[in-house]
């Protein structure tokens, strides 16, 4: 499910998303 490309820069970023998509939510 994780790519090869792992970054943990984008998982902050796509984390800091997901948090506002569900706060907004």
Do not use: G
């Not at 994780?2 to 706060?23: E, G, N, R, W």
Request: hydrophobic residues 40%; aromatic residues 8%.
């Amino acid at each position: 499910m994780v790519p090869s490309s792992y970054s943990p820069k984008s998982l902050t970023k796509i984390d800091a998303i997901v948090l506002t998509l569900q706060y907004h939510i």
